[in-house]
Nanobody
Framework: QVQLVESGGGLVQPGGSLRLSCTAS????????MAWYRQAPGNQRELVAS???????DYADSVKGRFTISRDNAEKIVYLQMNWLKADDTAVYYC????????????????WGQGTQVTVSS
């Protein structure tokens, strides 16, 4: 199993930026597909971005061009750089270690971090 800890959330104004970090331990980080999800109050948890162990990425349409996911396999960290933040980005952001299906989509496992709150407000 893998343990995940998210950090980097906070309160920012619309148009601002944040970089989230997810630090992994307890397993072979480089073998996993990694992803960021988010969940706003009253909403289902949604996939924001994913990255394979080789660095291939995928993004939700709502964040394309604004967010960038990356990973450092040596340090066992996955990042989410968020630029031009909107109020709709407000949510708790979670890191997940999973796999890829045959269509290249991230399949979530039960390995979640505790989440980090991102609030975008004036």
């Amino acid at each position: 199993q893998v343990q995940l800890v998210e950090s980097g959330g906070g309160l920012v104004q619309p148009g601002g930026s944040l970089r989230l970090s997810c630090t992994a331990s307890g397993s072979i980080f480089s073998a996993y597909s990694m992803a960021w999800y988010r969940q706003a109050p009253g909403n289902q948890r949604e996939l924001v971005a994913s990255i394979t162990h080789r660095g291939n990425t995928d993004y939700a349409d709502s964040v394309k061009g604004r967010f960038t996911i990356s990973r450092d396999n040596a340090e066992k960290i996955v990042y989410l750089q968020m630029n031009w933040l909107k109020a709709d980005d407000t949510a708790v952001y979670y890191c997940n270690a999973g796999q890829r299906d045959r269509d290249g989509r991230h399949v979530a496992s039960d390995s979640w971090g505790q989440g980090t709150q991102v609030t975008v407000s004036s």
